[in-house]
């Protein structure tokens, strides 16, 4: 079976840092691309960054380019998000996801269709 899980999320002040990890099992890690999702209540999900495991390549979203970082342990089966300079409107549960295709973009926009999803972890910052 296919399992993506989510974790490090938590609550922090604005300009705070935190790092999301994704632990991946039940299929070949070093074949897709893992891309990391977030969801605010009301709104519509919002990808943020992806990797592909296959040769490194990395595409951000314009809303976090600067401020976000993905990286790639294939060793530990494992993706990182990096999240630095935090905003209150950050808040989001944030969650992976896996494809061996790279999501669709249009017009920057990070598309969240994907073949596997883990459950999220919640991000929640204060101002």
């Known amino acids: 079976d296919v399992q993506l899980q989510a974790s490090g999320g938590g609550s922090v002040q604005a300009g705070g840092s935190l790092r999301l990890s994704c632990s991946a099992s039940g299929f070949t890690f070093d074949d897709y691309t893992i891309g990391w999702f977030r969801q605010a209540p009301g709104k519509e999900r919002e990808g943020l960054a992806y990797?592909?495991?296959?040769?490194?390549?990395?595409k951000y979203a314009a809303s976090v380019k600067d401020r976000f970082t993905i990286s790639s342990d294939n060793a530990k089966n494992t993706v990182y998000l990096q999240m630095n300079s935090l905003k209150f409107e950050d808040t989001a549960v944030y969650y992976c996801a896996a494809d061996q295709s790279p999501p669709t973009v249009i017009g920057g926009l990070i598309m969240p269709i994907m073949d596997y999803w883990g459950r999220g972890t919640q991000v929640t910052v204060s101002s």
């Open positions: 990797i592909s495991n296959t040769d490194g390549s990395t």
